[in-house]
């Protein structure tokens, strides 16, 4: 194992993949993850604050929304949970958070319609959920 610091921000040990790498402490880092995108999303009423009306919503986020700069700071730095069954708060995040968001930016090329970030994940039961590929996709709620 050799020890090397990628774009200043990370010192990681073990590559796993093109878009994984273990940290000296066993931290897992998933890089370049699309936690939103420009475009149609469906949700039922209830996830849009609407009255139940028997079948899902379409919500259409644009570009300026996804990429602005205050939508995307309010990405960072958060915590990571697993699942939708409670929002971390100051109150309960010691009990659900299993990483962090970091480095949340507009993707390139074929990615540019995407929001990315990296996500560290310091929980061992996320960290193998991941590798395992128990655990494969990703949503903000």
Same mark, same amino acid.
């Given at each position: 194992?050799?020890?090397?610091?990628?774009d !200043?921000?990370?010192?990681?040990?073990?590559?796993?993949?093109?878009?994984?790498?273990?940290?000296?402490?066993?931290?897992?880092?998933?890089?370049?993850?699309?936690?939103?995108?420009?475009?149609?999303?469906?949700?039922?009423?209830?996830?849009? !604050?609407?009255? &139940?009306?028997?079948?899902?919503?379409? @919500?259409?986020?644009?570009?300026?929304?996804?990429? &602005?700069?205050?939508?995307?700071?309010?990405?960072?730095?958060?915590?990571?949970?697993?699942?939708?069954?409670?929002?971390?708060?100051?109150? &309960?995040?010691?009990?659900?958070?299993? !990483?962090?968001?970091?480095? @949340?930016?507009? !993707?390139?090329?074929?990615?540019?319609?995407?929001?990315?970030?990296?996500?560290?994940?310091?929980?061992?039961?996320?960290?193998?959920?991941?590798?395992?590929?128990d655990?494969?996709?990703?949503?903000?709620?």
């Open positions: 194992m050799r020890r090397k610091f990628r !200043g921000r990370f010192l990681t040990t073990e590559k796993i993949s093109p878009l994984k790498e273990k940290t000296p402490e066993g931290y897992l880092l998933c890089r370049d993850v699309p936690i939103s995108r420009v475009g149609s999303f469906e949700y039922s009423a209830a996830e849009v !604050g609407l009255p &139940n009306i028997g079948h899902a919503v379409q @919500v259409w986020r644009p570009e300026e929304q996804i990429f &602005n700069p205050e939508t995307i700071a309010s990405f960072e730095a958060k915590p990571v949970v697993i699942g939708h069954a409670r929002f971390a708060d100051p109150d &309960n995040w010691r009990e659900i958070a299993v !990483g962090t968001t970091q480095n @949340v930016r507009r !993707g390139e090329g074929d990615k540019s319609d995407f929001l990315l970030a990296d996500l560290l994940l310091t929980d061992r039961k996320a960290i193998e959920a991941v590798e395992s590929g655990l494969k996709e990703v949503s903000c709620g």
